[in-house]
Every structure is written in C-alpha cells, then in structure tokens.
C-alpha cells in the first residue's frame, strides 16, 4: 500500500536558523503531495501542496519540491521563527488514493 | 467564513459503551472526511462522504461508521468501545469535485475531538 515517512522529531533550532523536514513516499502512480502543520490544541491547517513532478508548492517562506526521481517532498525554510513551533505532517492523496499521512516531525524552536 | 466545527471537543466513555460524534463543515462544502489521530499509529483516514455517500473508506473494522446529512453535516459512530479507541478524531471538509474523490482538493480540518476510553 501507499506510505508516507518523515524524519522523527523533535527538531530543535534556534530562531533563524535553515530548516529541512524530509519526507519520502511510496505510491504507484503520481499523487498529490501535501505539507499540513498542526499548532497545539487546534486541527491540521494545509501549508503548501504539489500536485504533479516538479512542481514547487510555497506558502509562508517554506517550501517543497515533488521530486518523483527520488519520491521525495521535503520541507525547507530558510529562516525559522518561534512562531514556526509546531508539528509538521506530509501526506500523499488525490484522484483514487486514500488519503496518507506521515507520523509527524515535531519542531522546536528557540528565541 | 465559519471554520469545521466538531462536537463535543472532549467524551470520556467506558469500554463496550458506544459514541457519535458530530461535525459540521464550511459552508458550501460537501466533503467531509474523518480520521483517528493516536501517537502510536499517527494519523489515519476513516472514510469519506460526498453528497451523503460514502466514497472512500480506510481500513478500520465495521465499528467505524459514518453518515452524511443533506446539509453535509456528518456523524460518526463507533459502536462497542475498546481501550484502543482513544484518540483525537479529526473531522475535515473540503468543496469537492462532482466526478470523483475530492481528497486532492484542499481539505479544512476542524479542531477534533479527544475521546477517551475507560
């Protein structure tokens, strides 16, 4: 079946500092990717998508490339702030894919 | 615009005992898809409903169901309660598309609800 992984957590940086999350998929075919962030005590919000090879989704200073070569879809933002602390899920979904969702990488960051 | 909404936030029942919980979605959605958030096994899907069908369905056992109303609110049930059924249950919406399942198109997810199973 289709699979989602993502680096353990937490990630612990300090303010401004280069962010990267990977995140790495197994599907047949081409799905949909998805980065949703999820603040303490609320639902899942969606960050960025992509939905086909090479696309690039942005949203908020981070970013994510669909990398079909390497299955890849990892998360990247150049300069973290404390208000970025949250927990960060990449999915994979679309046309006829049950909606999959990694486990979660928990990011920490320091003033 | 009102966001998902999902009731109650927090239910505490006992084992065998059984539990609906509701959700609305943003108007002028009619997706709706639910999923069970534990830290063990992260975050799953449960099933989908479009137009008070369901579309899609994860693999849970048939304790797990769901309905859809014509005004797009959904309920979901799950009948002789274990321990293993705690967990935060996410309800999401998105507009969908009329031809197929929806799950590409941007999903709103509503703030849960934390069931605990004694």
């Known amino acids: 079946g289709n699979s989602v992984t993502q680096m353990e957590g937490p990630v612990t940086l300090s303010e401004e500092a280069f962010l990267t999350i990977n995140c790495t998929y197994t599907?047949?075919?081409?799905?949909?990717l998805f980065w949703y962030v999820q603040y303490p005590g609320e639902g899942l919000q969606l960050l960025l998508k992509?939905?086909?090879?090479?696309d690039k989704g942005s949203n908020k200073g981070f970013e994510a490339t669909y990398r079909k070569e390497t299955t890849s879809f990892h998360l990247e933002k150049g300069s973290v702030q404390v208000s970025d602390s949250a927990v960060y899920f990449c999915?994979?979904?679309?046309?006829?894919?049950?909606?999959?969702f990694g486990r979660g990488t928990s990011l920490i960051v320091h003033p | 615009k009102a966001g998902v909404t999902q009731t109650p936030r927090y239910l505490i029942k006992t084992r065998g005992q059984q539990v609906t919980l509701s959700c609305s979605p943003i108007?002028?959605?009619?997706?709706v898809s639910w999923y069970q958030q534990t830290p063990g096994q992260g975050l799953q899907f449960l099933f989908e409903?479009?137009?008070?069908?369901?579309?899609n369905k994860g693999n849970f056992p048939g304790r797990f169901s769901g309905r859809q109303f014509s005004n797009s609110r959904s309920e979901m049930n799950v009948s002789t309660l274990e321990l293993g059924d705690s967990a935060l249950y996410l309800c999401?919406?998105?507009?969908?598309?009329?031809?197929?399942?929806?799950?590409?198109?941007?999903?709103?997810f509503g703030p849960g609800t934390r069931l605990t199973v004694l």
């Open positions: 599907a047949t075919g081409y799905p949909s």
């Open positions: 999401a919406s998105s507009a969908g598309l009329a031809g197929g399942p929806s799950s590409y198109n941007e999903q709103f």
């Open positions: 992509a939905t086909k090879a090479d």
């Open positions: 999915a994979l979904s679309g046309g006829s894919y049950i909606p999959t």
């Open positions: 409903y479009f137009s008070e069908t369901q579309r």
């Open positions: 108007s002028g959605h009619r997706s």
